[in-house]
């Protein structure tokens, strides 16, 4: 029988629909983009569309991995979008932002794995929007650090690459990637001297110094930023959540983060990887 832990109070969403709401939306849509924002199911889209801010998508909305956590779509993904870099681009444009947040599917089935479009988006961003800061969020490559340079060298001020979990449930949520490649991409990240980002969940049947393990490691890596959110299940497909942390547990994760020397961190039920992301340049 299926475990069902049932949602507190805090962890109520407040929806979005103001006008900034529907421009965003109108520009994503005309542009034929992919967000983050829906495919995830982000309990924030509400609140960052409303500001006029959202993660863009590359690479398609179909990934090559199928994650217990994740709620993207998998299977055989289409062939990249030329126009894409562009579209994104310009789409960051017209939106105004002073900070871009781009992620994307995994592209295993591509000899670069994506790492030739993703040094092709940042790219066009900082063309068409030289006054941007541009902040990525990248799939491991399969521990390609040939194909992570690729990235680095397109020089984005912030890349980010999540570890997810805790690494003794890293197997049973995450279909192909590795604890120990995640941590060889953000020390490579960080041995390029570039801001180095990560995020994980909770809630997902982790104690409390497996947490702390996490932060030394990832410390250890050279990573500064740390985000901190509650697992959310986003469909019945997806793995159940084993608990719901408390915001107290979150505030003592960011305390104690920050006493171990992480620069910036955002911790709380329903921060997500670029939750206030502008806040980490």
């Known amino acids: 029988m299926t475990k069902y832990v049932r949602k507190p109070d805090w962890l109520k969403i407040r929806l979005g629909g103001n006008e900034q709401f529907t421009r965003t939306k109108t520009i994503v849509e005309s542009h034929c983009l992919h967000t983050i924002c829906t495919s995830g199911k982000c309990p924030n889209m509400g609140e960052c569309w409303s ?11 179909i990934c090559t991995r199928s994650c217990r956590f994740c709620n993207t779509l998998t299977g055989k993904p289409l062939p990249l ?9 310009e789409s960051i444009r017209l939106m105004e932002l002073k900070h871009a947040v781009i992620t994307s599917v995994d592209r295993d089935d591509l000899s670069d794995m994506g790492a030739g479009h993703w040094a092709a988006t940042i790219r066009e961003i900082k063309i068409l929007n030289p006054q941007t800061t541009v902040e ?11 194909l992570v340079d690729q990235v680095i060298e397109a020089a984005p001020e912030i890349i980010s690459h999540n570890m997810e979990t805790i690494r003794r449930i890293t197997p049973l949520v995450r279909s192909a990637a590795k604890y120990d490649v995640s941590l060889s991409v953000l020390q490579h990240i960080a041995s390029k001297q570039v801001t180095a980002k990560t995020g994980i969940m909770v809630g997902l049947g982790e104690a409390e110094d497996e ?16 985000t901190i959110g509650q697992y959310l299940q986003p469909s019945r497909k997806n793995i159940p959540v084993e608990a719901y942390i408390t915001p107290e547990q979150f505030d003592r994760y960011k ?5 171990k020397g992480f620069k910036m961190v955002e911790s709380a039920p329903l921060v997500r990887s670029s939750y206030h992301a502008e806040r980490h340049v």
């Open 51 to 61: 500001r006029g801010t959202a993660t863009f998508m590359i690479g398609g909305d």
């Open 81 to 89: 979008n030329p126009e894409e870099p562009r579209n994104v681009a």
């Open 136 to 146: 990525v969020l990248i799939p491991d490559f399969q521990g390609r650090l040939d």
């Open 211 to 226: 947490v702390y393990e996490l932060m030394d490691e990832v410390l250890a890596a050279g990573v500064s930023v740390l």
């Open 255 to 259: 305390t104690k983060a920050l006493a």
